[in-house]
């Protein structure tokens, strides 16, 4: 139950690079994939509940070994928390820019498609920010994936 089958820093090193893997790949997928969340706290919530699988500890079924696994986890996602709190050109890079997808009332199909943004997401902005088509000055798609509506001036 306690004794590892494989040195400690193998736990550690597959870890991290299921991490940086599921990292780029979540954000390589696009703004709409992960929803609100930050693609930071989808992977830590996808990989603690996996920390003790054959992928990421080598078969080993040890309490440590899945402990070392989820500490690892952890402190990357402290660590790209804290560096992309200090760093506007790291937040760009892991957690991307927001989109302008809209102006005075029309939507950027092109934009649109590229980003996967459906009508019924842009209906449901408009309603949420209780703004009709005609009232908006601008739409923006943000890093979390969701889609904010500005209204026109004294609209």
């Given at each position: 139950?306690?004794?590892?089958d ?19 790949l979540?954000?390589i997928s ?40 989820v ?11 804290f ?9 760009i890079?892991?957690?991307g ?5 809209g ?8 934009v ?11 209906q ?6 209780d ?20 209204k026109?001036?004294?609209?």
């Amino acid at each position: 139950m306690f004794d590892l089958d494989l040195p400690w820093w193998e736990f550690a090193l597959r870890g991290a690079i299921t991490y940086a893997a599921l990292l780029v790949l979540v954000r390589i997928s696009g703004k709409r994939t992960v929803g609100q969340f930050t693609p930071f706290d989808l992977i830590v919530v996808l990989l603690l509940s996996e920390g003790v699988s054959a992928g990421l500890t080598g078969g080993d079924d040890s309490v440590g070994g899945g402990l070392v696994v989820v500490t690892t986890l952890i402190g990357l996602n402290l660590l790209v928390a804290f560096a992309t709190s200090r760093s506007r050109r790291l937040e760009i890079l892991f957690d991307g820019t927001p989109v302008l997808i809209g102006r005075d009332g029309a939507f950027f199909p092109a934009v649109l498609r590229t980003h996967r943004v459906g009508e019924g997401e842009i209906q449901k902005s408009l309603r949420e920010a209780d703004c009709d088509l005609h009232q908006m000055r601008y739409a923006f798609l943000e890093t979390d994936g969701t889609i904010s509506i500005q209204k026109q001036q004294g609209g």
